[in-house]
């Protein structure tokens, strides 16, 4: 028979915390699932060979592998208003740098800022991906319904992401809209999510911590 655990009371503030995680969660995903067909052609722009630029273009996966091993390691973040709003600046810098790259620098200099933002969107994946689990079973007591919940808003990124490049090619199929304008509109499309999850977690986090 399946005996129901006693679990110790968490902090009220893990309620807060598991609330601003869930909204960044499927951003992350967002991010990832629009970033996998544009890296190709980021690669290939910046002249990497096609040997090399599946192993680099994967900088982003070993980021995230390294700091899914510190934060099991380091629990020092637990609780810490600090680890979703580090994980969101990660995150939404490390896309900004990569889609701006062609702005700033070309060639060797330009491949390796796509790197360090390819590191910094693993690392604020990671980093979101682990305090939601976290704080999901914490404040879910470990129950299914918790993990769920997680898995179902990774569900909902995996699904607006490539949204977000299918309308617009559907768009240039049918004639609305012109073939060279297409990434910038799904660049635009994405830019927009962003800035409407970060307004609102900017939000939660003021009024959970008493900002102004």
Known sequence: ????????PHPTVYRSLLTTFRMLLPL????????GPYLPEVMKRLGVSAAWAPPLAATWQAARVATFFTLQKWQAWHGRWV???????MLLSGFSVIVLQPQFATGTAGLVLVLLGLALQGTGMATIYTGALY???EVGNAEVDAGGKHEAL???????????????????????LATQREQFV???GVAAIAVGVSAAVIRKVRRETGQS
């Open 83 to 89: 680890t979703p709003i580090a994980g969101g600046l």
């Open 186 to 188: 799904v660049l635009g």
């Open 154 to 176: 990774i569900g909902l990124g995996y699904t607006v992401g490539p949204l977000c490049g299918l309308l617009p090619a559907l768009a240039v199929h049918q004639g609305w």
């Open 1 to 8: 028979a399946h005996v129901e655990e006693a679990h110790d």
């Open 28 to 35: 992350s995903y967002v991010f990832s699932t629009v970033l």
């Open 135 to 137: 704080y999901a079973l």
